[in-house]
Every structure is written in structure tokens, then in C-alpha cells.
């Protein structure tokens, strides 16, 4: 899928959720670092940046939100053996499903589940701990996994 037409997806969505009278104060932003492992041996330090929405639906003590974001995997060098190195990585937009259910006082254990629609487009999931500093701020500390790429991320949420 061309990048552009992703891209102008987002922005549809967007104006989908305003359209929905959705509290646009709810929507939170984050990004973070990845050490980002592929399939065929190497790592690369790569970073993420995400939004998300809070979802009006109760589950108990769960809190589920949506969440769209974009990744870059960073630069991996593969070894094509006599055909010498090849340097390559792989970003791309993303949505996921997270689930957040806290467990002691400032802490919570959350999951994920979504599509990868970058270059290593598939299925994505996750799971990790949160750390609540304060009111607008967490801490997450997470193991995603993709088709190719599997990540080790620490990322800084910021609410209003």
C-alpha cells in the first residue's frame, strides 16, 4: 500500500473520531526507543511515536484503548555470505488494541493486539508492564512481536 494513501487513511480516521464527537482531550501521544531483533539475525536501535484513545467500554477493572502509531526499525546489516552485506530496515504505520489492567498502585500489566501495515505488515502483539509517574505521564516497558521484527521497547506516554 502506497505510504500517501496510509497516511490520508490516518487523517480519515482522525476526522472520523471528531466526527464522532469523541473528547479529543482524552487522545494521548507517546514514542520511545526499540531494540528491534529480525529474523535473520541482526539488531538495530530503532524508535516509535503513537497515539491513542481511551474506549467508553467497561470491563471490569481494564482499561482498553486504541492506538495507531508508526515505527522505524532502524538500519540491520544482513550477511548475503559471498555476495557480501546488505543494510536494510523496515518502518511502517500500525493499530493495535491495548488492554491495561493495573495490578499494585502505580503499576499495571498491559497487552496488545493489531495489524502492522509497514514493511513488516502482519499481525502484532505485545504485552509489558506500565509504571504511572504521575496524572500525564507512564512509563512502558514492552516485548512486541511482528512477522519479521520482534522488539524490545521502552516508550514515555504523555496525556493532557
Request: proline share 2%; charged share 20%; aromatic share 8%.
Amino acid at each position: 500500500m502506497n505510504k500517501l494513501a496510509m497516511v490520508f487513511a490516518l487523517m480519515m480516521a482522525t476526522a472520523q473520531v471528531s466526527a464522532a464527537g469523541i473528547d479529543a482531550k482524552k487522545i494521548y501521544f507517546g514514542g520511545g526507543l526499540g531494540l528491534n531483533d529480525a529474523n535473520f539475525g541482526d539488531s538495530a536501535i530503532g524508535f516509535q511515536i503513537f497515539a491513542g484513545l481511551p474506549l467508553p467500554i467497561k470491563a471490569e477493572n481494564v482499561k482498553l484503548s486504541a492506538e495507531v502509531g508508526y515505527m522505524d526499525s532502524g538500519n540491520f546489516e544482513m550477511n548475503l555470505g559471498v555476495f557480501g552485506k546488505v543494510k536494510t530496515k523496515a518502518n511502517g504505520l500500525w493499530g493495535t488494541a491495548v488492554a491495561e489492567l493495573p495490578l499494585k498502585d502505580n503499576l499495571s500489566v498491559l497487552g496488545r493486539i493489531g495489524l502492522d501495515i509497514g514493511d513488516d505488515d502482519g499481525i502484532m502483539i505485545g504485552a509489558g508492564l506500565g509504571l504511572n509517574m504521575n496524572q500525564s505521564m507512564d512509563l512502558r516497558f514492552e516485548y512486541v512481536i511482528r512477522d519479521t521484527i520482534d522488539s524490545l521497547q521502552v516508550n514515555l506516554v504523555i496525556r493532557q
